[in-house]
């Protein structure tokens, strides 16, 4: 993962194959990203923006989503700094300043 020096630009993830000498990919994230992490068969960025880039770990230039985790309101979050994955494929993000974890379904695809 890499950030944008500029305030507002977004960084990039670059997917690497298996055998770790041939770039599968580049991703862009949204700005400041935090945390990158995997489900079966996608990786999930966390950025610094409340939102999470998601997409098809063997296609990452072609099939990206990104979800906007809610700020305001009964389920808002605040400081997003780690995530995780359960079996089915939904992701977890843990959430510091506001004390909570949100859900992203593993329903959830990426252009499919």
Same mark, same amino acid.
């Given at each position: 993962m890499s950030t944008n020096p500029a305030p507002a630009g977004n960084g990039t993830d670059t997917h690497i194959n !298996?055998?770790?000498d041939t770039e599968v990919g580049i991703v862009t994230t949204g700005p400041n990203p935090?945390?990158?992490g995997k489900t079966?068969?996608?990786a999930f960025v966390i950025n610094g923006?409340?939102?999470v880039t998601i997409s098809f770990a063997l296609?990452?230039?072609a099939t990206t989503n990104t !979800?906007?985790?809610?700020t305001t309101g009964p389920d808002s979050v605040?400081?997003?700094?780690g995530g995780g994955t359960s079996s089915t494929g939904n992701i977890y993000i843990a959430n510091k300043g506001s004390d909570s974890v949100s859900v992203i379904s593993g329903s959830v695809l990426c252009g499919h």
């Open positions: !298996v055998s770790g935090l945390f990158l079966n068969n996608r923006d409340s939102t296609l990452p230039a !979800v906007t985790l809610p605040s400081g997003s700094i």
